[in-house]
């Protein structure tokens, strides 16, 4: 391994045109894609953690999740992937994902994103996207060197801006680069839907833009939720939003309607919220 440091993320760029290649099926094949959630609930140990939710979102929607802490939102997350035990249906391309396990419910075309980005450290971007790209290959072949790179990794190492660093281990890259890597093995699995919560967290203000010009690139075909706590951000790029509290969804529409929806001003003024994109600052614009 070279003792030389990897490119810091200032030096890579996402190429949000080089999403196209990526982005190679027929858009019809994404056109009736959605997620349904319907009567969604989610208890632990007696606590309500998710309180009957109805959510539905289309392909070309890029819809954000927002909402104090311990609104509910990774939660539902967790419950939507297998990670939690709920309640309810979840359906995606008429297929029910309630009940199936967390690697099955990814075969079925729905992928996530954690707040600290779930790559294998140890391997190089380049075997992370390989891995991801050839989940259906036996565990032998995994690891095994190829004699060419596949196109849909080459191709996605060029949108996420990684190629001068594919053969650097994921465990050195900035934080803002695990996260571009992370989508981009979700881009390599076609997952239809990604669920990502807080991408931009950590990010510089470039990191930022580059990710937002990114996920709605993706959102023209995926199924796209975003959980985010940057409100400047969901102001930004959303097309709409979610707003959650106390496990329940409070509103829904679109960046204006849900800003100067009173409930949920007051709701963020009551939470405390302080600092650059925060809830709190939110609130207060939209008075």
Known sequence: MSENPPETSESVHVDVEALDNVLAAPAEDFKRDYLEIRGLRVVFDGFVAVDGVDLTVTSGDLRFLIGPNGAGKTTMVDAVTGLAPATGSVRFGGVELLGKSSHRIA????????????????????????????SGRGLKTLLRKRSAVPAEVEAALETIGLTRVAQVPAGVLAHGQKQWLEIGMLLVQNAHVLLLDEPVAGMSQAEREETG??????????????????????????????????????????????TADERVIEVYLGSRSHGRGSAGSMAEEAR
């Open 107 to 134: 075969r079925a075309g729905v992928g996530r994103t954690f707040q600290t980005a779930s790559v294998f450290e140890e391997l190089t971007v380049l075997q992370n996207l390989d891995i991801a790209a050839g």
């Open 213 to 258: 010009l990114l996920l709605q690139r993706i959102g023209q075909q995926r199924t796209v939720i975003v959980v985010e706590h940057d409100m400047e951000f969901m102001r930004t790029y959303a097309s709409s939003v979610t707003v959650m509290h106390q496990g329940k969804v409070l509103a829904e529409g679109s960046v204006g309607e849900v």
